[in-house]
């Protein structure tokens, strides 16, 4: 049983603000900008998934068009660069369980292969 539910939209397939109930493109702009809070915190407030998209399908895929666009810029500089130094490797200090998300932690119990 999934305990978790979808984001509202409305007719235009805008993502509404649980906290004010106006439609968005982009939702988590709204939520940093105005409402002073993180997505991860709007998600968890509102029992949606932690992975859960709060981009309209228009706005996801004006990004993805604009990342293949710019997708030298996208992939050696942000990606390679910029990022070398903030992955995670195996055994890392900071890789600790309380890091994980609560459904991706119970997905990784409920996987036979992760505890092989």
């Given at each position: 049983m999934n305990k978790y539910k979808p984001v509202q939209k409305d007719d235009n397939w805008l993502i509404?603000?649980?906290l004010c109930?106006?439609?968005f493109n982009?939702?988590?702009?709204?939520i940093y900008w105005w409402h002073k809070m993180l997505t991860s915190q709007y998600r968890q407030m509102f029992g949606l998934n932690a992975n859960?998209?709060?981009m309209s399908d228009e706005s996801i895929e004006i990004a993805r068009y604009n990342n293949e666009i710019n997708k030298d810029i996208v992939i050696k500089e942000n990606l390679i660069k910029k990022w070398i130094n903030t992955r995670y490797k195996k055994g890392h200090e900071w890789r600790t369980l309380e890091k994980i998300a609560p459904q991706e932690y119970q997905r990784l119990l409920n996987n036979k292969r992760f505890w092989v």
């Open positions: 509404i603000c649980e109930g106006e439609p982009k939702l988590g702009s709204h859960t998209r709060l």
